[in-house]
């Protein structure tokens, strides 16, 4: 079945840009009728929706990140990518990437931390 | 602030029915789908749509809607279903998604 890997720096200094990929294994980021998406969660704290793509490259983002956001994704590599601008220690939280398919998100990746401080 | 409000933390005795709400003016409109998050786990989706549960996910879960309110209800709280529930839908606006503030289960 499809399973979801996010990897990228778990470090990022303030002001800098954070990246992180989704790594789709099992079946191909193209086939079906799904967007992909990205969710994050603080310590402690919610759940919030950053933001999602189609694989025809059609986004849909968060309004209150959407200044900083950009979602990309490669059907050559089977990915897709996150990256957020100008962060600060507010951004620090646990990152997951899902599949999403009429609004639900049916797979999620594990998750993976990424902490701003200098 | 959230545009999906669920109460922060409902408690169930062991064996009873716990009814977890979800309210926004965005679910007159659209479906509410539910995810269950354990300590240090990724959220897994336990009922989206009307009322549809994955597979693998018990038949004690289930889904309902009223108005401005989804509800995920589960029958017979077991010692495992204790964990954080969130709701998730559209926003007012339609095209984007939002999580509710989610709710603590605890099963007593």
């Known amino acids: 079945q499809v399973q979801l890997q996010e990897s990228g720096p778990g470090l990022v200094k303030p002001s800098q840009t954070l990246s992180l990929t989704c790594t789709v294994s099992?079946?191909?980021?193209?086939?079906?009728?799904?967007?992909w998406s990205w969710i994050r969660q603080p310590a402690g704290k919610g759940l919030e929706w950053i933001g999602r793509?189609?694989?025809?490259?059609?986004?849909n983002y968060n309004p209150s990140l959407k200044s900083r956001v950009t979602i990309s994704v490669d059907t050559s590599k089977n990915q897709f990518s996150l990256k957020l601008s100008s962060v600060t220690a507010a951004d620090t939280a646990v990152y997951y990437c899902a599949r999403e398919w009429e609004d639900y998100m049916d797979v999620w990746g594990k998750g993976t931390t990424v902490t701003v401080s200098s | 602030s959230s545009e999906l409000t669920q109460d922060p933390a409902v408690s169930v005795a062991l064996g009873q029915t716990v009814r977890i709400t979800c309210q926004g003016d965005?679910?007159?409109?659209?479906?509410a789908s539910w995810y269950q998050q354990k300590p240090g786990q990724a959220p897994v989706l336990v009922i989206y749509g009307k009322n549809n549960r994955p597979s693998g996910i018990p038949d004690r879960f289930s889904g309902s809607s009223s108005g401005n309110t989804a509800s995920l209800t589960i029958t017979g709280a077991q010692a495992e279903d204790e964990a954080d529930y969130y709701c998730?839908?559209?926003?007012?606006?339609?095209?984007?998604?939002?999580f509710g503030g989610g709710t603590k289960l605890t099963v007593l």
């Open positions: 965005s679910l007159r409109s659209y479906y």
């Open positions: 099992g079946g191909s980021i193209s086939s079906g009728s799904y967007y």
């Open positions: 793509i189609y694989t025809s490259g059609s986004t």
């Open positions: 998730n839908s559209r926003d007012s606006s339609g095209d984007q998604l939002v």
